[in-house]
């Protein structure tokens, strides 16, 4: 600690910060139940109440909110991967393949298509699911539809970074959930989590959502991306535990 007055007080300030948050967690854990993990140098919380609760509640679609063998953990975690460019000035988006009118788009082309927001469940692979994150972006049905998208077109592939993809059947990937989104909880994506725009596809693993996105392609023929081709399941639905091929 340093001699000065001054810095003194900050460094107190700082430790008096830190002891508040360690109470926090502990009354959280204390009052709820849960575990909390580390990870690239921060702390996430499992939440038991919280996934007592999803498990106990049920989608829409009739399937329990939460798949079976996840945990809910308080927001999301970033997985790593070689990260692509942040800087918006640099994003390209190219939609092409089976389409009548290919596109590229920039950044700002890109906010001036219709924005939309929605609330949806993400579910990692690894066993965690982050419930009713809010996402801001286009839907991939707009992104389709200005495209024109040809009838012959049966799988999506995304394209991110560095020669990452993912295939999505295109009957999934044109759900009204599917998006390109830029913001996640009010804040614009931050480089861990695949700034400055990545694909949302939040009824199947969370793999299938790149980060880093360059491309989307439609195509004739699935053709497994790089986690499908290294053991993962080609298709990756958590109600079914499709984790491993």
Known sequence: MSDNPDAML??????????RLRSRRRFVQQAVGGTVVT?????YYFSSALTREARAQTRADGRPRLPPGQKVLDRL????????SSQTSQFRLTIHGEVERPLVLNFAEL???????????????????V?????????????????GVKDSARYVIFEAAHGYTANVPRSEAL???????HQYDGRPLSQ?????????????????????????????KDE???????GYHNHGDPWREERYG
């Open 77 to 84: 975690k970033p997985m790593g991967g070689q990260p692509g």
């Open 39 to 43: 990870f690239l140098g921060a702390s």
């Open 224 to 230: 497994p991306g790089y986690w499908e081709t290294r």
């Open 192 to 220: 861990a989590h695949g700034a400055p725009v990545r694909a949302l596809v939040p009824d199947l693993y969370f793999w299938k959502s790149p980060k880093w996105l360059t491309g989307i392609r439609f195509v004739r």
């Open 131 to 147: 419930l009713g994150a809010r996402w801001k972006g286009v839907t991939l049905k707009q992104l389709a539809e200005s495209a």
């Open 111 to 129: 906010l001036a298509l219709p924005q939309s927001e929605a609330d949806a469940d993400v579910h990692c692979v690894t066993g965690w699911s």
């Open 10 to 19: 900050k460094d107190l300030d700082v430790e008096r910060a830190r002891e």
């Open 175 to 181: 759900r009204d959930g599917v998006r390109v989104v």
